[in-house]
């Protein structure tokens, strides 16, 4: 009798026990997920690095054609009372190799940090975008293609400066009446000197029906810790921006301007404009043009416009051709594509890439 009630009572225990790891799962989730974009790119001038002249028009596998080729973890856990634990990591993939890309350098170069979030706002803590970053990618004309926008401007005047940062700490608050702030700190890392590649970001937004309006700064110093990260992520400067945009149903017009500015170096002023046209659900066009100029020698200037459509053959999996030119004087050397065509050369270039990008 006595081992009977024994093992009725491993059963009730046993099922209890399933039943909480069943509740204490459904109350977390990981997801996997990744972009996959590869295309063909070809540009009439080539920088030649250790000249600086034209080495010549190219034909080339690039990665990375139309957004930046990556996979990633993120999580979230209900914590009660509001509150959730979230963290992400994500990494940069170069589909012509195999190899690491579009990132600081490192394997999860893109996204590595842990944080909370609740209805009194989002703290997050580890490798991770500056407010500055995000306010570009939400005012681009083009939707931060990585052909012909203003990603490659960025990327060829800082590298990855101010979108990648180490040892940071941000706040970002709940939208109250249309309006969001948010604020980051990051510590350079380096025993006994604090300014050593110190940086700092703050971005305000406001919505107002189909209007968005944003704004931001950032400034970082040279050193620490992170400078030590394969591709250059503590340049010494500051950056300013503000941009604005409005959805006419299935037109959204944008416009921007930002001011990146390195002492000693350039202090490129850039005026930005363009729109995006859903001519179908599956079937989207875009346009954008870019002028730059050096506040230090207004002899170095350049403009670049593009031009593309993306045709969606799912929800999942998209063609895409994208067109561009851009023309630079003086000692500008804007490029075409982030990925292939970093750095442009004097005089005009003209552009063009296909390719196909999945999303997971």
């Known amino acids: 009798m006595n081992s009977h009630r024994r093992i009725a009572g491993a059963v009730v225990l046993c099922t209890s026990l399933a039943g909480v790891g069943t509740a204490a799962h459904a109350q977390g989730s990981v997801t996997l997920y ?35 080729s990556v996979f990633g973890l993120k999580g979230t856990e ?3 009372g509001g509150f959730h634990a979230i963290f992400n990591l994500e990494s940069g993939i170069n589909l012509a190799n195999g190899g690491v890309a579009d990132s600081n350098g490192n394997f999860f ?3 590595a940090w842990v944080g909370l979030t609740s209805d009194m706002g989002t703290v997050k803590a580890g490798l991770q975008y500056s407010p500055f970053a995000l306010s570009l990618i939400a005012s681009d004309p083009r939707n931060v293609s990585f052909f012909g926008s203003g990603v490659p401007i960025y990327i060829g005047g800082v590298f990855v400066t101010g979108i990648f940062n180490s040892n940071a700490i941000s706040y970002s608050s709940p939208t109250i009446a249309g309006l969001q702030g948010s604020a980051m700190l990051a510590l350079g890392g380096t025993a006994g000197d604090f300014q050593a590649g110190r940086q700092y970001s703050a971005r305000l937004s406001y919505k107002l029906g189909q209007l968005v309006i944003d704004a931001a700064m950032y400034s970082g110093n040279p050193g620490g810790t992170a400078a030590s990260t394969p591709t250059p992520s503590t340049v010494a400067f500051s950056g300013r921006t503000i941009g604005a945009s409005y959805r006419f149903d299935s037109l959204t017009v944008r416009l921007l301007f930002v001011n990146y500015k390195i002492a000693g170096s350039f202090d490129n002023r850039v005026y930005g404009g363009g729109f ?9 066009v875009d346009a954008g043009v870019w002028a730059t100029s050096d506040g230090n020698d207004t002899s170095n200037h350049s403009i670049m416009a593009a031009t593309g459509l993306t045709y969606s053959l799912s929800k999942s999996t998209a063609c895409y051709g994208q067109f561009g030119f851009v023309n630079n004087h003086g000692a500008m050397n804007t490029g075409l594509s982030t990925n292939g065509a970093l750095m442009g050369v004097r005089g005009s270039t003209l552009g063009a890439d296909v390719g196909i990008r999945h999303l997971f």
């Not at 590869?38 to 990375?64: D, E, F, M």
């Open 276 to 284: 995006s046209y859903e001519v179908t659900p599956t079937v989207n």
């Open 78 to 80: 209900d914590l009660g």
């Open 34 to 68: 990744g972009i996959v974009d590869s295309g063909i790119l070809y540009t009439s001038k080539t920088l030649n690095p250790a000249t600086g002249q034209n080495a010549g028009h190219q034909l080339s596998v690039i990665t990375g054609g139309l957004s930046p």
């Open 109 to 111: 170069g893109r996204q």
